[in-house]
């Protein structure tokens, strides 16, 4: 069986994005975004909601420009090279321009097991939205969180309000720019 992996930038006080829809303050430097692509490089899939997939859709068309960032150029080949799942019911298939994607209106926990067990490597699942039932229904097993020193004070929570996890801190970094890594595995 594969490993199914939810990762969320979040703030301070546990918001992937403020009141108004912004992740402004989840800029992250170059020394973070070179550890992002040392953790994704085992990813094999990514399975996304409507709004991250057209927010990291811009890693297909990625360019390195004028004065070119390895860390981005890097992060790009690693979305160009996996598998790509949104779920969506609202997304229409003209909107779905990546290569080696797919779109699923409704994907189901049946659905989301047979994806991991296929896999070739890990499933990342991203998004608060799409990953809120399977986090509920225990179906996560690695919880990758990089938490930013901003408080926004509302917005999307990076977790179900509802859930309730056991977990156990079996990793943790921190970065310069006061960034902080947490990697959780379900008790």
């Keep these: 069986m594969g490993t199914l992996r939810y990762t969320a930038n979040m703030s301070a006080d546990g ?22 692509n040392e953790t994704e490089a085992d990813s094999a899939v990514y399975v996304h909601g409507r ?12 360019e390195p420009g004028p004065d070119p960032n390895p860390h981005a150029d890097r992060y790009a080949e690693i979305w160009q090279g996996v598998d790509k799942v949104v779920a969506s019911s609202s997304l229409s298939p003209d ?21 991991v067990n296929c896999a070739p490597g890990v ?10 039932d ?15 020193p901003e408080v926004v004070g509302g917005g999307l929570p990076a977790l179900p309000r509802d859930a309730r996890l056991s977990l156990r801190l079996v990793e943790s970094r921190t970065f310069d720019s006061g960034c902080v890594y947490l990697r959780y595995l379900p008790r």
Excluded: C, K, N
Excluded at 15 to 36: K, N, W
Excluded at 51 to 62: D, I, L, N, P, Q
Excluded at 95 to 115: F, M
């Design 15 to 36: 918001y992937t994005v403020d009141a108004q829809g912004s992740f402004d303050f989840a800029r992250p430097t170059d020394e973070l975004l070179a550890f992002v």
């Design 51 to 62: 709004r991250m997939y057209e927010t990291m859709v811009y890693w297909e068309t990625h």
């Design 95 to 115: 909107a779905v321009t990546s290569a080696r994607t797919r779109l699923v209106r409704d994907l189901q926990p049946g659905e989301l097991r047979r994806i």
């Design 123 to 132: 499933v990342s699942i991203g998004g608060p939205t799409v990953a809120a």
């Design 134 to 148: 399977f986090i509920r229904q225990g179906l996560v097993d690695d919880f990758r969180f990089v938490v930013y």
